[in-house]
């Protein structure tokens, strides 16, 4: 499957931005979808989840929760990562990735069972 993140820009500290992630050659519903990001000097982190479909189970970073949104239209193949309030130290690439791993909810946040990754999206957000 193959995924591009758009959505991304240059906002002020306390806007929003919706980020979009178009998947090609596979079905969402038929895996576990996430957003990470990777901030300046830093590794790529964990920033929200949802089960493949069939589940409404979703899951997100303590340091995003109550702010982003992780949703998908599955009519459209597309994943969307809503995020309010965004805070400076929300600056980062935002990658959307894909996983087809079993016990999903021990894992969700590792980066290695993920076997799908799109080309991330900027996200500046100035003070």
């Known amino acids: 499957v193959q995924l591009q993140a758009s959505g991304g820009g240059l906002v002020q500290a306390g806007d929003s931005l919706r980020l979009s992630c178009a998947t090609s050659?596979?079905?969402?519903?038929?895996?576990?979808m996430a957003w990470f990001r990777q901030g300046p000097g830093r590794e790529r982190e964990f920033v929200a989840a949802?089960?493949?479909?069939?589940?409404?189970?979703?899951y997100y970073a303590d340091y995003v929760k109550g702010r982003f949104t992780i949703s998908r239209f599955n009519a459209k193949n597309t994943v969307y990562l809503q995020m309010n309030s965004l805070k400076p130290e929300d600056t980062a690439v935002y990658y959307c990735?894909?996983?087809?791993?079993?016990?999903?909810?021990?894992?969700?946040?590792?980066?290695?069972?993920?076997?799908?990754w799109g080309k991330g999206t900027q996200v500046t957000v100035s003070s």
């Open positions: 990735a894909a996983s087809s791993t079993a016990s999903f909810s021990s894992y969700y946040s590792d980066t290695s069972r993920y076997a799908y």
């Open positions: 050659g596979g079905t969402i519903s038929n895996y576990h």
């Open positions: 949802f089960r493949r479909s069939g589940s409404d189970i979703t």
